[in-house]
Structures are given as structure tokens and as C-alpha cells.
């Protein structure tokens, strides 16, 4: 990785954690589909129709998944609007909702606030498939998704990144790959659904914007993390054995009688001094 793109991508997310700030007390928009390729077509569109940012994804079971984004009032409203006519047209609109000014209550304990955004970048890290087009192709039932996996891998040159799973037998992969490569495979994964069980929705999303990036399910084999250092283990000594010495012959030092004698010639002397 060069100086350059590294010194890019800091920059961009030092953007994103600004632009996550500015909107910590803002509107709160919310559209609902039945499909995870529908919701993340949504998200898109309402990303890229007003400057809003993409808090994330809310999957409460039976299908059900909500895009939740922030901004000011007008562009919520609009980004609101058009990711709904997104999801209508293709007819996985559940409702929407707009909420101009949410209590900092509703913060603390739904997953609807903005430090989220954040909190997801620093987790996710970067990914070796990003800035490359999209595809989903959402099944009922986990052997059609397989199959349908495996008919997109061989028919042209593309990668898994992920699947999801968002409950009533909902399973959607998830590849990426040049524009063309991914509309060929995407139509070959419709066709062997179809054949092994049943397909539920497709979407193909030719650029992504970073904000819908970091919000998409990626496997951990293509994320690009910083390998731990190896810990350095104290290396372990053999003790060696302890060699026995011969012993020594023992000899008796006499002490006491010394120190008479001594004392002894001593005392005489002092005695001839003194005559």
C-alpha cells in the first residue's frame, strides 16, 4: 500500500467521522423492505439522491430490514422519498418514516445514532473488494443460495465477499467484480435458483459510495488487518546436571593454642621491660 492511497483513505475517513458529527442531532429517516438486495438498492438511492449518511441496517426477522440514515430535515425527507419509489417500483416497500429532531433517548437505545458510523469503519477495516460493483441475488432457502453461488463463480470472474441471512429462509450472496462480469454472473445465479428452488430478488449496483461500503456484510478472508506481532517466549534452558565433587581431606587447624602461645611470650616480654 503506497503513502498516497493511505494518506487517502485517512482523509476520507476523517470526512466521514466529521460529517458524522455535524449530524449527531439531526433528522432521522427510515425505509422498510421485505429483501436485503432491496434494502441495500435503497440505501444507495438514498445516498446518492441527498447528503445524507447511512447509520446502518435494522433486521428484525421475517424478512424485514430497514435503512436508517441522518441529515438535515429536506435532505432526509428527500433521500427518504426517493429510496422509497426505489423500493415500490420494485415492490418490496414496506413504510418509511421521517423524524425531524429524535430525543437523545431514542439514541441510547435504538441503534440510530450517527457514532455508529464510526464505530463500524474502526471495526470492518479495509477491504481487498472495495470500489468494485455489487451483486445480490436473494433466495428462499439455503441450497438455492449455494447453488446459485457456485453458478456465479464459474460463469464469469468474480468474487464471493459474503452472504446474509435476514430470516424467513431469506438468504442473499454477495459478489463483487467489474460491472460486466457481475451482470453475467448474476443472471447465471438467477437461472440455477430458479432450477434448484426459489429465487426471491436480484440487484446489481454498478459504484458504490463509501458510506454504503462500510455498511455491506464482508467475509474476514478479505479483510485487510494488521498482523499481530509474534509474541517473544523466553527461550527454555536445559538444567544441567550437577557433578559431584570428591571430597576434601580434612585437617584440623589449631587455634586456641596459638593465641596462648602468643599471649604467653607477650606477657614475658612485658614482664622484662618492666624489670
Request: charged share 25%; proline share 5%; with cysteine.
Amino acid at each position: 500500500m503506497s503513502k498516497v492511497e493511505v494518506h487517502t483513505r485517512v482523509s476520507a475517513s476523517e470526512q466521514r467521522m466529521k460529517k458524522a458529527h455535524r449530524y449527531r442531532d439531526s433528522a432521522l429517516g427510515l425505509v422498510s423492505t421485505q429483501s436485503f438486495p432491496a434494502i441495500v438498492g435503497t440505501a444507495d438511492m438514498m445516498l446518492k439522491s441527498a447528503e445524507v449518511i447511512l447509520v446502518g441496517y435494522e433486521k428484525i426477522g421475517g424478512g424485514h430490514c430497514t435503512a436508517i440514515v441522518r441529515g438535515n430535515i429536506a435532505d432526509v425527507r428527500l433521500a427518504v422519498e426517493e429510496g422509497a419509489a426505489m423500493a415500490e417500483k420494485i415492490g418490496q416497500l414496506i413504510s418509511k418514516s421521517v423524524i425531524p429532531r429524535p430525543m437523545p433517548n431514542l439514541e441510547a437505545i435504538f441503534p440510530i445514532g450517527s457514532h455508529l458510523v464510526q464505530l463500524a469503519q474502526q471495526q470492518q477495516g479495509h477491504s481487498r473488494l472495495s470500489n468494485r460493483s455489487i451483486g445480490l441475488v436473494e433466495t428462499r432457502g439455503f441450497p438455492a443460495m449455494v447453488g446459485a453461488a457456485d453458478a456465479m463463480l464459474k460463469s464469469a470472474d468474480v468474487q464471493l465477499a459474503s452472504y446474509e441471512t435476514i430470516g424467513d429462509g431469506l438468504c442473499t450472496a454477495i459478489i463483487r467484480g467489474s460491472v460486466a462480469n457481475v451482470a453475467v454472473a448474476v443472471e447465471a445465479g438467477m437461472h440455477e435458483a430458479e432450477r434448484i428452488g426459489e429465487l426471491h430478488a436480484v440487484m446489481v449496483i454498478p459504484r458504490l459510495l463509501e458510506d454504503l461500503e462500510h455498511t455491506l456484510p464482508i467475509a474476514n478472508y478479505w479483510l485487510d488487518r494488521p498482523e499481530p506481532l509474534p509474541m517473544l517466549m523466553p527461550r527454555t534452558v536445559k538444567e544441567r546436571e550437577l557433578v559431584a565433587l570428591p571430597e576434601l581431606q580434612k585437617t584440623q587447624i589449631v587455634i586456641e593454642k596459638k593465641l596462648q602461645r602468643k599471649k604467653t611470650v607477650e606477657i614475658g616480654s612485658a614482664i622484662e621491660i618492666m624489670n
